[in-house]
């Protein structure tokens, strides 16, 4: 008998009390803010889009090789000694021109393990997070900046210096056998241009 | 699967059987309360469950087979956070436990302080999920919003540490990402001081209403032997009465040294065991957590977090396995090394994998309504049940 | 208002129709006003701000643009259900709660009908609903809607009694189950209000049957049978669009219905407290609604503070501490009343 109007007694005390709670509430302010009229400012060091630098980016495949789920694609292609492709802004030279530099941003796990290992910082995420596109295809981000004609270029002065220094040592190989060879004329080769190497 | 189980009753007073029926109820994959995609089909005889048969695997990612994939060990760390994407830092915690023990480095004393207080910090966040989502399938949608409103403040703690609110990638093997900021201390007492009265409301609010007590005490008892027999551990296992929690009996990083308690389910309200405490013990554990945090913000040593990053991350053969208390339980990670870079066999033993097994056990001989209370305080997240 | 009504049109008929019409005017936009209201409670009581944008401020137009949303739905029903008890639902649930309309009194001047047995009315017509509740549930071919409406039915037909005895505390004392007279009789005051005569009794039968009317309406925490978190929507998960919104108007119909009968029995209907301050046919109006709004509220704060009892609990509350309570209730009253003659 007494736990039964312990019970009753208990029940009305109990819904009571949470009642007080709830009606305390109804006066204390929401902490909703009304997004997107008011945004929250994030912190320096929040993990959202990313962001390339291409002119820092020296090619190294650090960051791609760092990344969990593979969504940078890189594709390079070697510099002859006539070019110079300039400096980073850390002052280290640039060796290869970075001809795809691709972040599929919807396979990006804003795990942030692509940022560390960059030797030039060129690879950063920033704070922005409204990026939603209608077409997938909009998310793959291309940041490398050259043409396809540069590209086209590039290649094929890498292939006839590759080629010339291929014929170069097969050259310097030969002179013991035939000291005469008038038939055998090299082609014209292509003067570097009058540019100083800076260094 | 619609099989007909017929059983014969005699009703009393009338002298003839009544032949009746059990009915196959499939409780989702899709279902406002079963914490995530898992099909639970009870076999049901009006309102009582004769029998509940979970369905698991509709959130299975190939956590472990991408590991095999991996290039370096370090890049399993995001991967591990999105198992209990509720609790990540205490994936990680295990994670970096065991490398570290299996590459055998030691790290800072300050980077075993922050992870402890990180650790703690995620016992907190996945508790008040779990408190606050039990008291949303009992049915009381309010200490929801509250809950959600006090884990908005750790979380803004982690985004300013580390970048990220939810899915961290924040302790690394040999270290952390990133140093704490400078006003880290000064934000942590602020929390600590704002939240014990945030857990006073919540024990008015719903542990202490006799509609909740009376919905969740005496049902789904776990008995203490039972439970040991399913190998449950965590919160659930302290429900019932048994006092065991791995930073205490196996202890790892600085746990030694902190002064907590480990509560335990004492019958208070019904049973021991039964739905309550496991509640109560989950309540009771983010006070406890508060106290480390408080212990652990004074004692935190200065130092260079990054100091004992290795470069070079590849172990000698060999495998071990390591233990440490999550939030929901008791997570082993068992490392398998074969000499390279590339991890060779990461393999996960899953605390809640493990309770959701003792269901059935718990379940059988309630009512529907009941198989979602208990459900609700095993307190279980798909994404580590699954992998 | 049927003098009036009858003299300008000289067609019976057409005047009784507009007369049952009158409430109407005043259901519909309640719901959309209730709706509105419900969300906004239940944000600030757990420290959100709830709609803010349709509409300007706050958010008011936001039930009716969801209204518009529901009417342009597809009407979709599926294939296996029973078409007929389907459709029927609905309608069948909402004739049940607005047929009470027609005995309650809005002012001194404006009830629907003149009945002498009205609160009888109300109480047996009310009775509607759980049939409408049962088709709706087995007709949707779906197990979770039937296990909610069954239990619905068994909710609402064990709490019919003690709401009835609590009813039947009030009408002993008043002697009358006329709604009109019973609003009368409290005419004088706040002191004259039912709910402070015979006093503790009369308290406590207004208290168990505010209890009562929520497990008739189907509201927190005796919802089980909407239970969202368990059965999707109980016995309305089948139903979109139109008829989804027949019956949450319904369901919101039948909260001011209960808080109608509740504010012109116990707290004195369109009697204003100050007695013959402020008071008058305009002034009725204004205090009937406002008693009936401020019982909605409590039925509100109510939803967003408890948890839900489970179904067997939920029984034994009603037969086991309810009904006890109200036989003491009706006796204590009865002899009290016996005693003064």
């Keep these: ?199 | 699967m619609e099989e007909r189980m017929t059983s014969e009753r005699t009703v009393a007073g009338f002298g003839r059987s009544l032949k009746t029926e059990e009915m196959v109820l499939s409780m989702g994959p899709q279902h406002p309360s079963t914490h995530g995609v898992l099909r639970l089909e009870l076999v049901v005889d009006g309102e009582i469950v004769v029998d509940v048969i979970p369905h698991l695997g509709y959130l299975h990612r190939c956590f472990e087979k991408h590991c095999e994939h991996m290039t370096s060990y370090q890049q399993v760390i995001p991967y591990a956070d999105r198992m209990d994407y509720v609790a990540a830092m205490s994936n990680e915690f295990g994670y970096v436990v065991a490398m570290e023990k299996l590459l055998k480095i030691k790290v800072p004393e300050r980077v075993e302080y922050i992870r402890v207080i990180m650790a703690e910090f995620s016992r907190i966040v996945s508790h008040l999920i779990a408190v606050g989502t039990y008291g949303m399938d009992i049915g009381a949608v309010t200490p929801f919003l509250f809950c959600m409103r006090d884990r908005e403040r750790v979380l803004d703690i982690f985004e300013q540490t580390c970048g990220a609110r939810l899915l961290y990638n924040y302790m690394w093997i040999g270290g952390l990402s990133h140093d704490v900021q400078p006003n880290f201390a000064e934000k942590v007492r602020s929390f600590c001081t704002y939240f014990r009265p945030k857990l006073k409301e919540l024990n008015d609010l719903l542990s202490y209403n006799k509609i909740f007590i009376d919905r969740t005490a005496n049902v789904g008892v776990l008995p203490a032997d039972v439970a040991l027999n399913y190998a449950v551990s965590g919160p659930t296992l302290r429900g019932s009465g048994v006092r065991w929690d791995v930073r205490k009996n196996d202890p790892y990083s600085i746990y030694p040294t902190l002064d907590f308690e480990i509560p335990v389910g004492t019958g208070a309200m019904g049973t021991v065991g039964d739905c309550w405490d496991r509640y109560m013990v989950r309540v009771k554990e983010m006070e406890q957590s508060v106290n480390i945090l408080e212990q652990a913000i004074e004692k935190l040593p200065p130092g260079d977090v990054q100091a004992a990053l290795p470069k070079r991350i590849r172990p000698d053969a060999g495998d071990l396995y390591v233990r440490t208390e999550t939030p929901k339980g008791e997570l082993g990670y068992y490392l398998v090394s074969d000499g390279t870079a590339s991890p060779f066999r990461v393999k996960v033993k899953s605390p809640c994998f493990v309770n959701l097994s003792a269901l059935p056990a718990m379940a059988r001989g309630s009512m529907i309504a009941d198989v979602v209370a208990i459900l609700g305080s095993i307190d279980i997240v798909l994404g580590e049940v699954d992998r | 208002m049927k003098e009036v009504l009858l003299g300008a049109l000289h067609n019976d008929i057409l005047a009784y129709v507009l007369m049952a019409l009158v409430p109407l005017a005043w259901v519909v936009p309640f719901a959309l006003f209730a709706v509105w209201w419900e969300r906004k409670i239940s944000a600030h009581m757990q420290d959100r701000l709830g709609p803010m944008r349709t509409g300007g401020w706050h958010g008011w137009a936001q039930t009716v643009a969801d209204i518009l949303k529901l009417i342009q739905k597809e009407d979709i029903i599926p294939a296996a259900a029973d078409r007929k008890l389907f459709i029927l639902a609905p309608y069948l649930v909402f004739a049940g709660s607005y047929a009470a309309y027609a005995a309650i009194p809005f002012s001194a001047a404006f009830v629907g009908s003149e009945l002498n047995i009205g609160l009888f009315y109300i109480v047996s017509i009310s009775a509607l609903v759980v049939v409408g509740l049962l088709m709706a549930g087995w007709a949707s071919n779906n197990k979770w809607s039937l296990f909610g409406a069954m239990r619905s039915a068994a909710q609402i037909i064990s709490y019919e009694i003690p709401v009835a005895l609590c009813l039947l505390a009030a009408v002993m004392v008043t002697g009358t189950f006329d709604m009109q007279q019973i609003n009368q009789m409290q005419e004088g005051g706040i002191f004259h209000w039912l709910v402070f005569q015979k006093f503790p009794f009369l308290f406590l039968a207004m208290i168990m049957y505010f209890i009562g009317s929520l497990a008739e309406v189907n509201r927190t925490p005796f919802d089980i049978p909407e239970a969202e978190s368990e059965l999707v929507a109980g016995y309305h998960t089948e139903y979109g669009g139109m008829r989804f919104a027949l019956l949450f108007l319904s369901e919101y119909a039948n909260m001011f219905v209960v808080a109608a009968i509740a504010s012109t029995l116990f707290l004195g209907g369109w009697t204003s407290p100050f007695g013959d301050f402020l008071s008058g046919p305009w002034w009725g109006v204004f205090w009937f609604l406002s008693k009936g709004m401020l019982i909605v509220f409590v039925q509100m704060w109510l939803r967003w503070t408890l948890p839900r009892l489970r179904v067997d609990q939920l029984m034994e509350v009603g037969w086991k501490v309810l009904i006890p309570f109200s036989f003491v209730v009706v006796l204590g009253v009865g002899f009290w009343v016996m005693a003064v003659r």
């Design chain 1, 1 to 199: 008998m007494g736990t039964y109007f312990g019970n009753i007694w208990r029940g009305i005390v109990t819904i009571l009390i949470g009642m007080g709670v709830t009606w305390r509430h109804l006066f204390t302010p929401a902490v909703t803010i009304q997004y997107p009229d008011v945004k929250v400012k994030l912190p320096e060091r929040a993990r959202n889009r990313l962001y390339v630098n291409m002119d820092d980016c020296i090619g190294c495949d650090q960051c791609s090789m760092a990344c969990p789920v593979d969504c940078i694609t890189i594709e390079t292609v070697k510099s002859t000694p006539d070019v110079d492709l300039g400096l980073t802004s850390v002052g280290t030279k640039k060796r290869l021109y970075v001809t795809q530099f691709d972040i599929d941003i919807a396979k990006c796990c804003y795990c942030g393990l692509c940022v560390p290992p960059c030797p030039t910082e060129c690879i950063v995420m920033t704070d922005v997070y409204e990026f939603s596109e209608f077409d997938r295809n909009n998310l793959i981000y291309n940041f490398a900046t050259m043409m396809p004609h540069d590209v086209e270029a590039a290649r094929t002065r890498l292939a006839a210096y590759e080629k010339d220094q291929a014929a170069k040592k097969a050259a310097a190989a030969k002179p013991a056998a035939a000291p005469s060879a008038p038939a055998v004329s090299e082609p014209p080769k292509k003067t570097p241009p009058a540019s100083d190497n800076k260094v």
